[in-house]
C-alpha cells in the first residue's frame, strides 16, 4: 500500500499569509494525486485533481504542484474560509490513499 | 445538482451486521465509479471500498477485505455497503463519494451517516 505523509500536521497562520502544505508519497503515483478540505461536521470538498488542476469553482488562490513524489498544495494569501482540514489522495495504485492530514488554524 | 444522501448508520453491536446505503441524483449514476470512505471521530479519512460503474470491479481496503461488500443498483440509483462482523475500529461516518471516472478523484461527496459499534 502506498503510504502518502503529509506535514506539518498543524500549520498556524494569519489570513493574508501564503500557505504551502507537502505531502509525500511512499512510492511513485505518478501524477494522480488529489487534494480535499475539509471543515468541521462537513463532507471532504475536493479542491486539486492531476496535482495541479482546479476542481469546479475553486478559486484560483488554490494551486498545486509536484516534484518526483513531493506534492505541494499552496494558497497563495489565505483568507479566513480556508481555515480547514487538507488531505491529500493517491489515486494511482489500489488501494487507494489518503494522508493523514494538515490542519490549518488561525495563529 | 449532484445529490448523494447515504442511510443506514445506528448503533449496533460488536459481531453484527449492517448495510448502508447511499442514494444519488442529479447525475447520470450509471456512467461513474463510486466509493465508500470513513473518518473514524477526531481522525482522518480512510478509503472502505471502491465499485465501477457497471459493477464489475470492485476493491476493498484491507482492513475490510472479506468482510464488506459493495454494490450498486443502476435501476435505483443507489449504492450499498454491507458490513459484517462489525468492531469496535469499524465506528466512524462513512461517506459515499461519486468518482470522476472510477480510479480518480472524488469529486462529489454525500454528508455521511454514523456508525457505532458498541456493546
Known amino acids: 500500500e502506498i503510504v502518502m505523509t503529509q506535514s506539518p500536521a498543524t500549520l498556524s497562520v494569519s489570513p493574508g499569509e501564503r500557505v504551502t502544505l507537502s505531502c509525500r508519497a511512499s512510492q511513485s503515483v505518478s501524477g494522480n494525486l488529489a487534494w480535499y478540505q475539509q471543515k468541521p461536521g462537513q463532507a471532504p470538498r475536493l479542491l486539486i485533481y492531476?496535482?495541479?488542476t482546479r476542481a469546479t469553482g475553486i478559486p484560483d488562490r488554490f494551486s498545486g504542484s509536484r516534484s518526483g513524489t513531493e506534492f505541494t498544495l499552496t494558497i497563495s494569501s489565505l483568507q479566513s474560509e480556508d481555515f480547514a482540514l487538507y488531505f491529500c489522495?493517491?489515486?494511482?495504485?489500489?488501494?487507494?490513499?489518503f494522508g493523514g492530514g494538515t490542519k490549518v488554524e488561525m495563529k | 445538482q449532484v445529490q448523494l444522501v447515504e442511510s443506514g448508520g445506528v448503533v449496533v453491536q460488536p459481531g453484527r451486521s449492517l448495510r448502508l446505503s447511499c442514494a444519488a441524483s442529479?447525475?447520470?449514476?450509471?456512467?461513474?465509479?463510486t466509493h465508500w470512505v470513513r473518518q473514524a471521530p477526531g481522525k482522518g479519512l480512510e478509503w472502505v471500498a471502491g465499485?465501477?460503474?457497471?459493477?464489475?470491479?470492485?476493491h476493498y481496503a484491507d482492513s475490510v477485505k472479506g468482510r464488506f461488500t459493495i454494490s450498486r443498483d443502476n435501476s435505483k440509483n443507489t449504492l450499498y455497503l454491507q458490513m459484517n462482523s462489525l468492531t469496535a475500529e469499524d465506528s466512524a461516518v462513512y461517506f459515499c463519494?461519486?468518482?470522476?471516472?472510477?480510479?480518480?478523484?472524488?469529486?462529489?461527496w454525500g454528508q455521511g451517516t454514523l456508525v457505532t459499534v458498541s456493546s
Open positions: 492531476l496535482v495541479s
Open positions: 442529479g447525475f447520470t449514476f450509471p456512467s461513474y465509479g
Open positions: 489522495q493517491q489515486y494511482n495504485n489500489w488501494p487507494l490513499t
Open positions: 465499485i465501477s460503474y457497471d459493477g464489475n470491479n470492485q
Open positions: 463519494a461519486k468518482a470522476r471516472g472510477f480510479q480518480t478523484s472524488f469529486d462529489h
